[in-house]
């Protein structure tokens, strides 16, 4: 009868590891560098780009006007439903550490079953702390100012650079080699 409990706890454990992966992965910084061309002028690209930013809540955060670049800094908020989901797993995922661990140990009564109500909400705080951070955006103009046409080279969060290909792709004539649109991930 112990070799059952043995393989479950050890189910268990895989569980658990499989979480802390998960969280990991949540709160992974996903920054791309993608090459952007336009056949408008660069400071018409530049503008466009800027005002759009600052709509969505980027800050200008300076620049390098010998090397042609712009930062921006905007605040990164923390998914509710991912981490609503990610407690739930904690819980249920320390619900069975639980379960096993009275099986294994029967005089601890129905106390490690708490490890449910503390595994939840450790787990929805971590996620939080470590997705809630400070994004940077830079914007570097590769060609020259003087062309009638332009190339940016933009480094940024994925998900930021997919929302502005499919925004400002075609009111600036924007256009890159198409990867972040059709990648699977």
Known sequence: MLFPLSSTLLLTILLAIGLVFFLRAASKDRTTVVDVHSS???????????????????RCHGGDADRSVLRFQGSVASSSILALLLSLLGAFGAGC?????????????????????FAGPLTAFLYR?????????????????????????????????????????????????????????
């Open 97 to 117: 550490l639980g379960l096993v661990i009275r099986q294994l140990y029967p005089l601890a009564g129905w106390w490690p079953l708490l490890l449910a109500f």
């Open 40 to 58: 408008l002028p660069p400071i018409e690209v530049l503008e466009g780009i800027s005002k759009w930013l600052e709509e969505r809540g980027w």
């Open 129 to 185: 702390r470590r997705a809630t951070r400070m994004e940077g955006l830079e914007l570097k103009l590769i060609s020259p100012p003087a062309r009638s046409n332009s190339t940016v080279r933009i480094r940024a969060h994925r998900d930021e650079l997919i929302a502005m290909e499919r925004e400002l792709g075609q009111s600036l004539d924007l256009a890159s080699d198409g990867s972040l649109l059709s990648s699977p991930i």
